[in-house]
């Protein structure tokens, strides 16, 4: 099945900091969706984002699907943007949303 | 619009219990799945459901089964439990774009 990676697997930031948060993927995706799971174990959609680049507030996405990698853009981070974040992919071949092992983030005040 | 709901959200079993977690959908959407996450890791795919009356295996299926009853409803059954299958379950449904998941099940098997 396809292969989902994520990086950095951890990452802590200053509050008011930037970051860049990264997915890879192993084959052609017809389903691409960045989620934010929050200390109480909540999965919030952030962004559908198969191809393109998309902006919601301080986040930004971009999927480039030719080279098979996603970003996450989070600008001027607050402690609330702490938790992991997840990619998860469904593959053109079939049906399966697979996830990548996410990146913790923590952002101290 | 409740969007997805499972039940129960927390539950405590005895090793060699059995046990259904449910879970609901009102947004019409063809597929859907179950997850399981086990303490600080990402979710790993037990089963899942393409339409109604097919299921199909994902990445941990084994000590699982799983039930499409109708196009709202996917069940995940164990028929005995072990302490491995302790961990936070989630399922989710998908129409052609995006993912909705529910709030989870916390599960422990003692």
């Known amino acids: 099945g396809i292969q989902v990676e994520q990086s950095p697997p951890d990452l802590i930031l200053q509050e008011g900091a930037n970051s860049t948060l990264r997915c890879n993927f192993s084959?052609?995706?017809?389903?691409l969706q960045w989620f934010h799971q929050n200390p109480w174990g909540q999965l919030i959609n952030l962004f559908y984002?198969?191809?393109g680049t998309k902006q919601n507030g301080r986040l930004s996405a971009t999927t480039v699907a030719t080279e098979r990698y996603s970003l996450l853009y989070i600008s001027s981070s607050q402690t609330t943007d702490s938790g992991v974040y997840f990619c998860a992919v469904r593959g053109n071949a079939g049906n399966m949303l697979t996830f990548g092992g996410g990146t913790r983030l923590m952002v101290k005040p | 619009n409740a969007g997805v709901t499972q039940t129960p959200k927390f539950q405590v079993l005895k090793t060699g219990q059995s046990m259904t977690l449910q879970c609901a959908q009102d947004?019409?959407?063809?597929?859907m799945y179950w997850y399981r996450q086990d303490p600080g890791m990402g979710l790993r795919l037990i089963y899942y459901s393409a339409s109604e009356g097919t299921t199909d295996k994902g990445e941990v299926p084994n000590g699982y089964n799983v039930s499409r009853l109708n196009k709202r409803e996917f069940s995940l059954r164990l028929e005995s439990a072990a302490p491995s299958q302790t961990s936070v379950y989630f399922c989710?449904?998908?129409?052609?774009?995006?993912?909705?998941f529910g709030q989870g099940t916390r599960l422990t098997v003692v």
């Open positions: 947004m019409n959407h063809n597929s």
């Open positions: 984002i198969p191809s």
């Open positions: 084959d052609s995706v017809n389903n």
């Open positions: 989710a449904s998908s129409p052609a774009r995006g993912a909705f």
